[in-house]
């Protein structure tokens, strides 16, 4: 990382800071709860997806009793999350699978506790596991390793990722996959959650996917998209940084080449 490069992102950082607080963590360590509930927030809000949870665990008192249920059971109790049909299959794919791993390794605990050794791994060899599960995709899986395991792994969902390209921080064709890549070269472990969540609250608060509200934003300064900073001084290198926590894919191309959703 350069130091104009750091610079730019410290001092994104520090006005997120300054602006909305320093959100704290709060890990539950429980992996298994966490990816089953980070499915069920897959396109749509918060307020639902917690519901259909609620929903889900209320009317099934085990792990083993939702992967063992009728689909369109699961589907019943997760109506309110949306894609319930297509979640339920999601879910029950995911849980058979880890089954499958607990019987190979001679895991006779609860379902519940398939996941449990992850944390005592480091977040690449997590990330690796996470992301061999069926339907995980890298923002399923750096949401659980965060949320759930408070390693330092940033999911970049929509907000994450519109407003790191106004910002400048990643190029206009960096796709939200890819930037994961990105910011896990680059973010020091502690901005991780913080950043995550302001960014979140600005995304949603004032740079608004149709109408950014730049006349009260206080990242106008750092901002690419109305000027403020130039692009090619700001975007994240993709040279790899030594503290990157997920295994690193080939380098992408910082301004073209090769999405809690669709995982
Ligand atoms: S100045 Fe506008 S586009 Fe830039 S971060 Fe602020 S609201 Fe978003």
């Known amino acids: 990382m350069t130091i104009t490069l750091s610079a730019h992102l410290a001092r994104v950082y520090d006005l997120l800071i300054a602006t909305y607080g320093e959100p704290q963590n709060e890990p539950d360590y429980d992996p298994v709860g966490g990816l089953i509930g980070t499915i069920l927030s897959q396109h749509t809000s918060d307020i639902n997806s917690e519901r259909a949870y609620k929903q889900l665990v209320e009317t099934f008192p085990t792990w083993e009793d939702v992967r063992d249920a009728p689909t369109y059971k699961v589907a019943e109790a997760i109506l309110s ?75 970049v969902d929509t907000h994450v990722h519109r407003v790191s390209q106004r910002l400048g921080l990643i190029g206009p064709k960096v796709s939200a996959d890819q930037a994961h890549d990105i910011f896990a070269r680059h973010l020091p472990p502690e901005w991780v959650y913080p950043l995550h969540v302001n960014l979140i609250r600005h995304g949603r608060l004032v740079c608004n996917a149709q109408r950014p509200k730049c006349e009260q934003c206080t ?25 990157s926590p997920i295994p690193l894919s080939p380098v992408y191309p910082a301004s073209g080449g090769a999405p809690r959703s669709g995982g």
């Open 81 to 155: 999350g949306g894609l319930a049909n297509i979640k339920a299959r999601r879910i029950q794919d995911v849980l058979h699978e880890l089954t499958e791993l607990q019987a190979q390794r001679g895991d006779t605990r609860p379902l519940a506790h398939a996941l449990d050794e992850l944390s005592h791994t480091q977040p690449e060899e997590a990330w690796r596991s996470l992301r061999k599960l069926p339907g995980v995709g890298p923002k399923t899986a750096a949401c659980v390793l965060m949320f759930n395991l408070d390693m330092p792994v940033m999911p």
């Open 219 to 243: 990242l106008y300064s750092e901002c690419a998209f109305v000027g403020s900073v130039d692009v090619q001084e700001t975007l994240l290198s993709v040279e790899q940084c030594s503290h």
